[in-house]
């Protein structure tokens, strides 16, 4: 007896003793190593349950030895799961990925609309209205925002314009790399298929440093939608008709995700229409063919993740006809007529001139956290460009391009993040680019842009400090460092009208008689810097001011076009005189939201020391043609405008949303107004929602856009037909317009996966004549007659 019950005291004992563990520690944020306050501690397999003090700390007494799993949570984090052994006494630390940037990721996938900057003008265009213009273009969807507006040739090269400014001056970045594709030409439109974006953001200004200094007019971030990490496979197909252009386009995407952090997407797209037409007769030569498909793949995990993308982009664009004349006086008498010159039976073939351009993106990205430190990104991105201008030619010349570009570009950058502290941020980088143009001089044309290399090197410093809850600063800074080494033949009558004998005569590498060959190799040195601030009200009032001083080094274009800019219908002249531009701007933004109305107004001023602008001059004569001459030059500029937009919630059915946008630019050089500045113009929708019909929602929009008064003069060009000077109106404003557009949609639940959406939308409801002063087709035809889109989405 008395040896059975020492052994059930020993074992008693033993008992005791091994459920007598402490388990303890501390809650810590995986960034700072700050404390985290209320974390919730679960362990499952005995649903013992604890919280964090304001230290962090907590303490679980009474444990068995063994292994246990443990459920650590916070309302700002997200949920970790992991195991412990315990045996005796132990003490850990538990890390949670606490940090705003990893909050946005468990985002509804397609909405990632995320704040570039704090004190600049922003906008984010979502996934469902990128989504309405599937069958359009990414110029087109800009102009929902406002102060985007866009310089048009036709119908299908859109060129989006930010603030009054354009090209050059406006960068697109397509999921983190910044698009290399010529974009010095009016009618070069961004190589960018707008089915593949997530969302697209807009930032009105050079404030974003990180991306460019030189982004005078603004930034557009195309972004991927973020991927979940679980296991799922899901994806979209969509089909749009469209009536004007006889034609539509299908889009298909497929995503398989890993709980693991691997994923893989796969996405393409194909468009084809025919001639566009106008109210009243067709735009012969207008139709488009295009092809676009893009590969993902990656792991994403908090602390590293790698991604590699590949994505291919072909578009085939026909241009307007009746833009190409013969000689001189038809050239006076279609544009002075208003009506084209040359109008044909509907078709689908693409006849000259036409242009096609080929774009290749491929990007490698790594990234990898550090504890207590930071978020370190290095990435290396490849772009291939290849750009083919075709003019009416004769003979078996037909088929050889008068302009053929190729343009290739290797980009690597890393940066880091230090958000170690919870009221300061700083981001620094750098970047490193090396470029090759090649003129294919097989074109029987003098080449239009001449074979260059292109280095340019960047560097940014960027830092966020948050004053309280209410305010916040930015500020940075950045330089950047360009060189151009080019060769280009001039013409010794060209080289000497424009005074280059005189100022570069030791540019001159070989003289050929009635050419010279030349070898310009300049550099340019840039400064960037921003600072700014945000106040949030205690009633929700938010007030942005940013100051932004920007330098962009002239592009190739600017610098040294010399001859017929085909697809353009115009000769251009660059000057090798040109040097940076500087622009001085200053933003402000007052937003209120209220219980079921808000406003938005952000007015703006920028000064631009430098100035270069494209103008005409005169006319020449070709052997393909007569020509409006345009001339770079640089003066000094001014640009005033203001945005206004508001919203109202009627009742739960009714809304309306109004935007209203005036740009004024000015020459202070020669006090006389620019060219190519949009009109103001005011948008005001009306939109009926009644979730419980199939997520019904119908809406008509009003548009108006006023008359361009202020332009810059006619020029006078001599008619042989008259023997007498004329004058060209090649800067008369169009009259003042109103259109009308419908859109609705309906979505049907097929199964718990799958959904069905309908839209149907009709621009120019009205089939309204109109002419709009930043489309450069103006000068020849009317715009786009009614157009009706039917689009039928399938999410599975």
């Not at 970045?173 to 030409?185: K, S």
């Not at 090759?436 to 340019?456: C, H, M, S």
């Not at 004329?726 to 859109?743: D, Q, S």
Request: aromatic fraction near 10%; charge should be negative; glycine fraction near 8%.
């Amino acid at each position: 007896m008395f040896c059975i019950a020492l052994i059930a005291s020993v074992s008693f004992i033993g008992y005791s003793q091994e459920c007598n563990n402490v388990l303890s520690g501390q809650v810590i944020d995986y960034h700072n190593k700050s404390p985290l306050d209320s974390a919730y501690i679960l362990i499952l397999e005995n649903q013992l349950e604890t919280s964090t003090n304001s230290e962090g700390k907590f303490r679980i007494p009474n444990l068995c030895s063994g292994s246990y799993t443990l459920e650590v949570s916070h309302p700002e984090c997200s949920t970790v799961l992991m195991s412990v052994q315990v045996n005796g006494d132990k003490e850990i630390d538990i890390k949670l990925e606490h940090h705003l940037e990893e909050l946005e990721e468990v985002k509804v996938v397609g909405n990632i609309i995320r704040d570039k900057t704090n004190s600049a003008q922003e906008e984010t265009l979502n996934l469902n209205t990128l989504e309405n213009y599937s069958a359009g273009n990414l110029g087109d969807a800009l102009k929902e925002l406002g102060g985007v507006s866009s310089l048009n040739t036709g119908a299908n090269i859109v060129k989006p314009a930010i603030h009054g400014l354009n090209g050059s001056r406006v960068l697109v970045l397509n999921d983190g790399v910044r698009m290399q594709d010529m974009e010095w030409g009016a009618e070069h439109a961004p190589t960018l298929d707008i089915n593949s974006a997530g969302s697209v953001s807009v930032i009105k200004g050079a404030s974003a440093l990180q991306y460019g200094g030189d982004a005078i007019g603004g930034v557009i971030v195309a972004e991927q939608a973020n991927i979940p990490k679980r296991d799922s496979i899901y994806g979209k197909t969509m089909l749009s008709g469209v009536t004007n252009g006889r034609g539509g386009n299908v889009v298909s995407e497929l995503t398989k995700s890993y709980e693991s952090g691997w994923f893989v997407k796969g996405q393409g797209s194909y468009k084809r229409m025919g001639d566009h037409e106008a109210p009243d007769y067709v735009l012969s030569n207008t139709g488009v063919q295009e092809i676009a498909a893009s590969l993902q793949l990656g792991k994403h995990n908090f602390t590293w993740g790698w991604d590699a993308r590949y994505s291919y982009f072909n578009t085939e664009i026909a241009i307007l006809r009746a833009s190409h004349i013969g000689n001189v006086d038809d050239l006076i008498r279609s544009i002075n007529s208003g009506e084209p010159g040359i109008i044909r039976p509907f078709t689908y073939d693409l006849q000259n001139p036409r242009q096609e351009v080929t774009h290749h993106l491929g990007k490698l990205k790594f990234y990898r956290r550090f504890e207590g430190l930071g978020k370190w990104n290095v990435q290396y991105d490849f772009q291939s460009n290849r750009r083919f201008e075709y003019d009416i030619r004769r003979g078996e010349r037909d088929n050889t391009p008068s302009i053929d570009l190729e343009l290739t570009t290797h980009t690597l950058s890393t940066d880091f993040k230090w958000d170690t502290k919870d009221d300061l941020n700083i981001l620094v980088g750098l970047m490193g680019r090396y470029q090759d143009n090649f003129a294919n001089p097989d074109t029987g044309v003098r080449r239009l842009i001449p074979d260059y290399e292109k280095i340019d090197f960047g560097s940014f410093l960027i830092g966020e400090y948050r004053v309280n809850n209410q305010f916040l600063l930015d500020a940075g800074v950045r330089y950047d460092y360009n060189k151009i080494d080019a060769l280009k033949f001039y013409r010794t009558s060209r080289w000497e009208e424009r005074g280059y004998d005189e100022e570069f005569q030791d540019l001159v590498v070989e003289d050929l008689g009635t050419q010279l060959l030349v070898n310009p190799v300049l550099d340019f040195h840039n400064i960037s810097a921003t600072i700014g601030g945000k106040y949030m009200s205690l009633d929700g009032t938010q007030i942005k001011l940013n100051y932004a001083m920007a330098q962009r080094a002239p592009n190739p274009s600017e610098l040294f076009s010399d001859g017929l800019h085909h697809s353009a219908a115009r000769i251009e002249l660059g000057d090798l005189r040109v040097t940076n531009e500087t622009s001085h701007k200053i933003t402000t933004t007052l937003e209120k939201d209220f219980s079921t109305w808000g406003i938005l107004l952000e007015p703006y001023a920028n000064w631009i020391q430098n100035f270069i602008v494209l103008e005409p001059s005169g006319v020449e004569f070709t052997v393909r043609g007569s020509f409006p001459v345009w001339e770079y030059r640089q003066t000094d500029a001014r640009l005033l405008g203001v945005d206004f937009s508001a919203y109202s919630y009627w009742t739960d059915h009714w809304s309306t949303n109004h935007k209203f946008s005036l740009v004024k630019g000015q020459d202070t050089a020669t006090n006389t107004p620019l060219i190519n500045v949009p009109a103001a113009n005011t948008r005001n929708s009306l939109t009926f929602t009644m979730p419980k019909w199939n997520g019904f929602e119908a809406s008509l929009e009003s548009q108006y856009v006023l008359r361009q008064n202020e332009t810059p003069d006619n020029i006078v060009v001599f008619s042989p037909e008259q023997q007498d000077d004329v004058i060209l109106e090649i800067n008369t404003p169009p009259e003042a317009y109103h259109l009308l557009a419908f859109r609705s949609k309906m979505e049907f639940p097929i199964s718990n996966k799958t959904k069905l959406t309908t839209s149907l939308s009709i621009n120019n409801l009205l089939n309204t004549n109109y002419r709009d002063y930043l489309n450069r087709q103006r000068l020849f035809a009317d715009d786009l007659g009614r157009n009706i889109t039917l689009q039928l989405k399938l999410n599975y």
